[in-house]
């Protein structure tokens, strides 16, 4: 076999689980626009800031100590406990549902009725917020996020690959780690929209809100539950990324890559998501394998938005998108 | 008591169009005027024109091109960074090819270069709409930052990868480069804020304005009453770029004088003149000055009060910066969607009726 070929194989992998940590992204957006027609700029800085939260918590960090030793003049960084990593999971899991409590109340209750653009804006507007928040909260710093996830070489892997191909596959055992996790989570919500009375309420506010109002759904509730729930899964893309490559300021700009994720896959489809997700990880990483030499390299910031860009010229809605009919 | 439009007798149908058709508003635009051009320019030093005014006026430019595209036209572009990178790119190229050329030609040149490059990213937007185009403008926006940060041409195959402004020189006055003079500085560009904001004013209340107001508040039915949606939007595609072009290219010559492109016209700087639009008021020239001179102001008053007031650290007050900036932005969008520009209007509403509101 050509050593080409063995390579782009490799690249076409390492582009799949790349995708993967896209369409986890992704599903945070698609799980806000389903159910309340917001278009959530913010889940990047969201995934950020419950990274933040949840080194901060790991490591006993006191929050806001920046703040309060400026002002009272003290010098208080940890409060001299460490959290073990479950616990801290589970503490962070319940700051991002009082996130979900307080956007709702303070923010987007008073934007009801608003044309989408106006909350995409407003989302801008939090996505600044928030960070500002995080920055306050834990510091600028880039942390190191250690769950306990296997990092590494796959070994098994490498051998297999070099017994067939004569060329050891380098495949991180984190990306293997993130594609299960990330295969569960959807799985997981699937089934929570399908069979609990819960999800049932999420499938009829997204069908229709006034119909799911008028059967006594409140809408109130069910857009707390979703802007909790995409909390959640902002906090596992936040452990991903942040256990790959550090927890800083970047997770939220590779986080706008679902942005063009959701463009391939279509804003409403959960399964759009993980498509469009494989597709732009597989397209980017094979495009800067064979032309990123040529043009100069780092295509891998362009590509996916440039490739969103062509594909809705053709297809305004998307692989999977529902149809847009247009009423005057 | 005194701003009244009772007495104010107009005898043609001119007058009755004009901008400002009361008289204590022309007045008061012709004492601005005043000011500007007949006072500041004498009492203006560096740290006036470098911190406040000189960003104030570069931004109010953007602002309005950018106002033009998202406020009169309804499409939201996120790739203001890119289109002001173009502006910058080409007037640095311009500059060190034709050594001879003056800056105004140049800056112009810029602008064109810009609505060029801006109509070919424009051209989806007519097959999509809403955020889809916000989002596919990011296209423009990372694509043209690695184009100038990739292809050494652009850079003059300069080692650092940066580009700098040589010294060019108008009516004898050195305008770009080390040794150019605040004053003179100022009054280049207050020259270009103007003449391109009196032009978009009159855009905007003729025939080419209502083309993209009927698009924004409904594009169906307007394409329906007879606009024809490709030349409306691509007008809008290229004059919004136009002014975002002269922008990013004074930004660059006159007041940076040396720019590395992700730094100087990354996400952020696109994000800075969309903010600059709410906060100052989507579909109002004056939103743009008013929400230029609001993002200028913020960080310089949060700096002298937070860091120089109470000795707090830079890092702190910049992080103090996003939160209210970002609470700013949603304060705005709730309370009241249409920005200062809207409040401004009110106050004027107003005054109309003091002291006799009843």
Request: charged share 10%.
């Amino acid at each position: 076999m050509p050593e080409q070929l063995v390579f782009a194989m490799e690249v076409t992998l390492n582009g799949l689980m790349t995708g993967v940590m896209y369409s986890l992204v992704a599903l945070g957006f698609v799980l806000i626009f389903k159910a309340s027609g917001i278009f959530n700029y913010a889940q990047g800085v969201m995934a950020l800031f419950a990274a933040m939260t949840l080194v901060g918590i790991q490591d006993g960090r006191v929050p806001f100590a920046h703040i309060i030793n400026e002002v009272l003049g003290t010098d208080i960084h940890y409060f001299g406990w460490e959290v073990p990593a479950l616990l801290a999971i589970l503490l962070t899991v319940l700051v991002m549902i009082g996130f979900a409590l307080f956007v709702q109340k303070f923010i987007f209750r008073h934007l009801v009725g608003q044309e989408p653009i106006i909350l995409f804006m407003a989302t801008i507007g939090l996505a600044y917020f928030l960070e500002g928040v995080s920055d306050l909260m834990w510091g600028s710093e880039i942390r190191n996020l250690d769950v306990g996830l296997p990092q590494g070489i796959n070994d098994t892997i490498d051998q297999v690959t070099f017994e067939i191909f004569g060329y050891g596959f380098f495949i991180d055992n984190l990306d293997l780690w993130a594609t299960g996790i990330a295969a569960v989570l959807v799985a997981g919500l699937i089934a929570y929209a399908q069979y609990t009375k819960n999800g049932r309420a999420m499938r009829a506010v997204a069908d229709d809100h006034q119909a799911a109002l008028s059967v006594g759904i409140s809408l109130n509730y069910v857009w707390i539950l979703v802007w909790s729930l995409a909390g959640i899964v902002a906090l596992v893309a936040g452990i991903m990324w942040g256990s790959k490559s550090g927890v800083q300021f970047s997770l939220s700009l590779i986080a706008l890559k679902a942005l063009p994720v959701l463009m391939l896959g279509g804003f409403t489809s959960i399964p759009g998501a993980i498509v469009g997700g494989l597709i732009i990880g597989v397209g980017e990483a094979l495009f800067e394998f064979s032309i990123g030499p040529l043009i100069g390299g780092a295509t891998e910031n362009w590509f996916a938005y440039v490739l969103a860009l062509v594909f809705l010229v053709f297809r305004p809605q998307g692989l999977f998108g529902e149809k847009i009919i247009e009423r005057v | 008591m005194f701003y009244r439009e009772a007495g104010d007798f107009k005898t043609t149908y001119a007058k009755d169009n004009q901008t400002f058709p009361i008289a204590f508003d022309r007045y008061r635009y012709y004492f601005v005027l005043f000011v500007a051009i007949g006072i500041v320019p004498f009492v203006i030093n560096d740290y006036w024109a470098n911190a406040i005014l000189l960003p104030f006026l570069i931004y109010a430019i953007a602002a309005i091109g950018l106002n033009i595209l998202t406020g009169y036209c309804g499409q939201v572009s996120l790739g203001t960074g890119g289109f002001m990178a173009v502006g910058a790119y080409t007037s640095y190229k311009l500059m060190t090819a034709f050594p001879g050329l003056d800056m105004v030609t140049i800056t112009l040149l810029s602008g064109f270069m810009t609505a060029i490059v801006g109509v070919m990213f424009g051209l989806p937007s007519l097959r999509i709409k809403g955020f889809y185009l916000a989002v596919a403008t990011l296209a423009a926006q990372f694509f043209l930052v690695w184009l100038f940060n990739k292809v050494p041409w652009f850079y003059n195959y300069s080692a650092s990868g940066q580009i700098n402004a040589p010294e060019r020189t108008m009516f004898g006055m050195a305008v770009t480069g080390p040794n150019a003079e605040s004053w003179v500085k100022y009054l280049f560009c207050l020259a270009f804020v103007f003449v391109l904001a009196w032009i978009a004013r009159n855009l905007t209340r003729g025939s080419i304005g209502r083309q993209w107001m009927a698009i924004r508040d409904m594009d169906i039915a307007a394409e329906i009453i007879g606009v024809n949606p490709l030349k409306a939007k691509l007008t809008a595609f290229a004059v919004s770029s136009f002014y975002v072009g002269v922008s990013g290219a004074l930004l660059f010559t006159v007041y940076l004088g040396a720019v590395e492109v992700g730094e100087a016209y990354g996400i952020t700087k696109s994000f800075l003149v969309l903010f600059m639009i709410i906060i100052g008021g989507l579909g109002s020239i004056f939103g743009a000055f008013a929400g230029a001179a609001f993002m200028v102001l913020l960080p310089v008053l949060l700096r002298n009060i937070l860091t120089d007031g109470m000795g707090w650290d830079t890092a702190l007050a910049t992080h103090f910066e996003f939160v209210i900036v970002g609470a700013m932005i949603m304060i705005f969008l709730i309370v009241e969607p249409h920005g200062l520009a809207r409040l401004w209007a009110l106050a004027k509403e107003k005054l109309r009726l003091w002291p006799f509101p009843h």
